[in-house]
């Protein structure tokens, strides 16, 4: 089924539901203006139509394989990648200075959904490059700036991120990766390292590797971890891929879906490293990828389902079975079907609509400075993530039950969008670490940033009640209900927080969803498909924060009195 780029809706939600007029009035982005930006999307939205969703079947029919050490990507990768890196659109947010376009990080948010919608084993691998890409202008040194980010940005070369150990996973205090001096400004890297996406390619001159390791006078935990450039070819005095750096792919992971992105399992034998950053200060550098590569990866969710909603609406449209009561020729006339295809639709609205209010938030926070932008960004940050990937499970599931028994049958093609976008719920931090990170760390502040969104919230719903009272007063009731949440939440224990951490996310993600929709509905003017799908949304999604607060607010103990023997019994 051909993909269509949804290039429309988001020229819509920047416009009147994320407010990215503000972004492009600011001195830093005021080139971003709105032709400028539709002419950006509409060819990104031609290279994901032609180039990438071509691809989508094919990865995961032929996926990448390691020949004798070398890894050998899918057919038609190594073309679509050229197109990629050829086009700028790698690195549409990086700094001109080293060869970047300097658009703010929104469009390159609505780049990435597209391409994940496309073919999503592929964009895993700019999305990769990205996030080392800031991390690297934030915390290298300027010689290692030189050597790396022109030809990061320029897509000659790729980047990776290494953390993941056997022993350790989210745990990354506990890895065991060893960094010793050599002397000369350089570093032996030994250790393995698992989960590596884009470890290699056959494509691109160079991968260059950001390991997390630890130097000998490392204090134990994350706080004696370092940060080191490791690269697959040892730059020479020109900058160009030189000696054969002592690492290899050991194997790829056989996994569930994205077979396409070759995932593998790295060993370091003394490899050469360059430190990025401070000694003892790698979490830092890292976070700062991380941080890029999460609200990356709710998009890679956001996108999937995308992709699968258009995939299962043509179906849809195509699929005759039984009598349908308003006498339509397809199973489009059947109300359950409807059901499923508008909570996809509604769910995929309200998912980017927050994707793209948190990008809109760190484009805001750059370019001012201003530290309740930043605030506004980090809280938005887990609450993105999280209900990105969630809803590109949901919606992918969807996807396959509109299709029925064929949905089961691999040859339709709707597997493989839940196959592929599982896997986006575990990793750059599992949901369930997302909403820890929400209901501690990002409520440090009392509950301040929080309470300024659910504000903002409220002045929409007032503007909105006469023209909508009967959706306006259920996103208030809403809204009301997540103060109080909030309230609940900043006087209670840390583990009780903990303990009702994911829903507590799922409901503030809900009230935004439903005040990106009632945005939407005000914004149409009259009654037309926004107001429709945002009754849909309001009126039948929008209820369940009520139960999924008064979870959050369960605490504990009760999870807690289950004992080991209860809970296999």
């Not at 050469?272 to 609200?295: I, P």
């Not at 309200?350 to 370019?367: E, F, G, K, P, S």
């Not at 583990?495 to 503030?508: E, K, M, N, S, Y």
């Amino acid at each position: 089924m051909p993909y269509r780029a949804p290039v429309s809706e988001y020229r819509f939600i920047l416009d009147h539901v994320a407010g990215f007029g503000r972004v492009a009035a600011t001195d830093r982005f005021s080139e971003a203006g709105g032709d400028t930006v539709e002419a950006i999307l509409t060819e990104a939205g031609k290279l994901c139509e032609t180039a990438l969703a071509p691809l989508q079947r094919t990865g995961d029919l032929q996926p990448a394989v390691l020949e004798n050490g070398v890894v050998r990507t899918t057919p038609g990768f190594a073309e679509a990648y050229a197109q990629i890196a050829t086009g700028g659109w790698v690195a549409i947010s990086a700094d001109p200075a080293h060869g970047g376009m300097g658009l703010p990080l929104t469009v390159t948010t609505c780049v990435n959904d597209m391409m994940s919608a496309a073919c999503l084993s592929l964009q895993l691998n700019p999305l990769m490059t990205q996030g080392q890409i800031e991390a690297l202008e934030h915390h290298a040194s300027d010689a290692l700036k030189a050597i790396y980010l022109p030809r990061l940005v320029s897509g000659e070369w790729c980047g990776t991120m290494n953390l993941t150990e056997p022993q350790a996973g989210s745990d990354v205090g506990a890895l065991s990766t060893k960094a010793v001096p050599n002397g000369d400004g350089t570093y032996a890297i030994t250790g393995q390292k698992i989960f590596i996406s884009w470890g290699d390619n056959d494509f691109s001159g160079n991968v260059c590797h950001l390991v997390l390791a630890r130097l000998p006078d490392g204090a134990p935990g994350t706080k004696g971890i370092s940060l080191f450039m490791v690269p697959k070819f040892i730059p020479d005095e020109n900058g160009n891929p030189g000696k054969r750096n002592s690492l290899s792919v050991v194997s790829l992971e056989h996994k569930m879906g994205l077979h396409g992105s070759p995932t593998a399992v790295m060993a370091y034998e003394g490899a050469t490293g360059r430190l990025v950053g401070e000694e003892h200060g790698g979490m830092k550098a890292m976070f700062t990828m991380m941080n890029n590569a999460r609200l990356g990866v709710g998009v890679q969710g956001i996108g999937v389902a995308d992709g699968a909603y258009q995939h299962a609406l043509a179906y849809a449209g195509e699929r005759r079975q039984g009598r349908t009561p308003d006498g339509s020729a397809t199973i489009l006339g059947h109300a359950d079907v409807r059901r499923m295809l508008a909570t996809m639709k509604a769910q995929t609205f309200a998912a980017r609509a927050i994707a793209l209010n948190c990008a809109v938030a760190l484009d805001m926070a750059r370019a001012t400075g201003e530290a309740d932008w930043a605030a506004r960004a980090a809280l938005l940050t887990p609450i993105a993530k999280a209900f990105g990937t969630d809803t590109g499970i949901e919606v992918a599931s969807l996807g396959m039950q509109v299709h029925g028994g064929m949905g089961f049958i691999e040859e339709s093609g709707a597997a493989q969008y839940l196959r592929d976008v599982r896997v986006t719920a575990i990793y750059e931090g599992t949901n369930g670490i997302q909403a820890m990170d929400l209901v501690g760390r990002k409520m440090m502040d009392g509950g301040e940033a929080a309470f300024h969104l659910i504000e903002e919230i409220q002045e929409g719903v007032e503007a909105a009640r006469a023209a909508l009272p009967e959706l306006a007063g259920a996103v208030w009731e809403a809204a009301e209900s997540l103060r109080e949440g909030v309230e609940a939440l900043i006087g209670a224990d840390m583990q009780d927080r903990f303990a009702g951490a994911v829903p507590f996310l799922r409901a503030f993600a809900l009230v935004l969803g439903a005040d990106a929709h009632l945005r939407a509905a005000m914004a149409e003017g009259a009654d037309g498909p926004r107001r429709r799908l945002a009754r849909v949304f309001i009126r039948r999604l929008l209820p369940d924060h009520a139960a999924l607060l008064a979870q959050a607010g369960a605490g504990a103990k009760d999870l807690y009195a289950l004992s080991a023997e209860d809970l296999g019994a």
